[in-house]
C-alpha cells in the first residue's frame, strides 16, 4: 500500500502555471505506475496523467503539451507542472499509485491521496 499526501493546489490566473506536488510513503512507490485525476463540479473524475516505474508518461488529449508528470523516486515524490492554464483546468486534482509497474487505462488506482484543490480564474 502507498500513503499519498499532495500539495501545491491554489487559485492562479488563466495563462499561468502551478506545480502540483505528491508525497509518497510506501516501498512500492518506486515500483508503481503513478498518476494524476482531476474532477471537477458536477463531472466525473477524469485521468490527466500518467509516468510509469520506468519513466513512460501519459497524458488525456486535453492536458497534452501543457501538463508534464515527473516521479523523483528518491524522494518519494510525483509532481505535475501545469502551464497555460484554463478556466477548465479547475478542479480538484488528485495523487494515485497503481497497482502495477505499467500503465493501461483500464485500470483503476488501488491507492489514493486526499484532492487539492485548483482553480484557474479567467
Known amino acids: 500500500q502507498v500513503q499519498l499526501v499532495p500539495s501545491g493546489g491554489g487559485l492562479v490566473q488563466a495563462g499561468g502555471s502551478l506545480i502540483l506536488s505528491c508525497a509518497a510513503s510506501g516501498r512500492a512507490f518506486m515500483t508503481n505506475a503513478v498518476g494524476w485525476f482531476r474532477q471537477a463540479p458536477g463531472k466525473e473524475r477524469e485521468f490527466v496523467s500518467a509516468i510509469t516505474s520506468g519513466g513512460d508518461r501519459y497524458y488525456s488529449e486535453s492536458v497534452k503539451g501543457r501538463f508534464t508528470i515527473s516521479r523523483d523516486n528518491g524522494k518519494n515524490m510525483m509532481y505535475l507542472q501545469m502551464n497555460s492554464l484554463k478556466p477548465e483546468d479547475t478542479a480538484v486534482y488528485y495523487c494515485?499509485?497503481?497497482?502495477?509497474?505499467?500503465?493501461?487505462?483500464?485500470?483503476?488506482?488501488?491507492?489514493w491521496g486526499q484532492g487539492t484543490q485548483v482553480t484557474v480564474s479567467s
Open positions: 494515485a499509485s497503481y497497482a502495477t509497474s505499467y500503465y493501461s487505462p483500464a485500470f483503476d488506482p488501488p491507492d
